[in-house]
């Protein structure tokens, strides 16, 4: 199936940009025809990313740009700047986050609060900065947040950042239907161990006497039990935010290799 053109003429923003999911996701977006607006805290992993979309038929770019989702002005300057370069928004993709693991009994309050300055606020001022352009989008503007299968089934060391997860799908829940009637979508996308930098440096983050054995209910079974790839975020993203997803509302997807049945 050719969907080269099924974004064409929107503009969207994603989050969490310069690495993962979000990565991948800024990318197949601009395949797909969108004006992306790529935004990370860390420029790093920005460079490059207008150039990796390569040649598209239908317009799609990259342009990429600072923000600290957990600085209110922050994100009202990088919302601002992408609303005045292009004279509206159609979606938003909130990836980034932060995450780490701890012992709940040794978590100290400023690892708590920076988890949930970061996941759950900063998810909040994205979502509120962008919804007075979303609600004038032509196409019916769509939020997508980011929860985790952490949010439903217990992954040990996470009750803050799975925390934060379980709230977002909540506070996505409300927004929904809120502004259903002025065509507004909100839907949290659930993924399950996707293979990027958060996964990557779990093991690090984690306590040193962490116990392995409790990750045992924690592998897919799609893959040969391997994490899944950006890609297989970014394209159920892509379903989200076109019109392919116009009838999604108010709920979540869970993209989790099958780990949990
Ligand atoms: N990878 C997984 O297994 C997995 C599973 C469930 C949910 N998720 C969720 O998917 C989303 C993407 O995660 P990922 O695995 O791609 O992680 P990642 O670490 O590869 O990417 C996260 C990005 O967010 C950025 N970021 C962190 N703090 C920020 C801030 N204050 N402002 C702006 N950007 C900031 C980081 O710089 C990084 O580029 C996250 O919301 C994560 O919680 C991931």
Known sequence: ?????????????????GSGIGRGTALRLAREGAYVAALDVVPDGLEGLADEVGPTRSGGQVVTGPVDISSEESVKAAIASVTDARGGLDAVVNAAAVHYGDHTHEM???????????NLTGTFLMTRETIPALLESQHGG???????????????YMAAYSATKGAIMSFTHAIALEYADRGLRAVSVVPGGIET??????????PADVDWDKFAKLMPVLGRGKFGTPDSIAGVVAMLVSDD??????????VDGGTHM
């Not at 199936?1 to 940009?17: E, F, P």
């Not at 100290?108 to 970061?118: A, H, K, V």
Request: proline share 3%; charged share 15%; no cysteine.
């Open 197 to 206: 930098a958060i996964t990557g440096s779990t093991p690090a983050n984690l």
């Open 245 to 254: 997803g116009a009838y999604i509302t108010g709920t979540e997807i869970r």
């Open 1 to 17: 199936m050719d969907l080269s053109h099924r974004l064409q003429g929107r503009t969207i923003v994603v989050t969490g940009a």
């Open 108 to 118: 100290s309050l400023e690892r708590w609060n920076r988890l949930l300055s970061i």
């Open 142 to 156: 769509v939020i997508v947040n980011f929860s985790s299968t952490s949010a439903y089934f217990a992954h040990p």
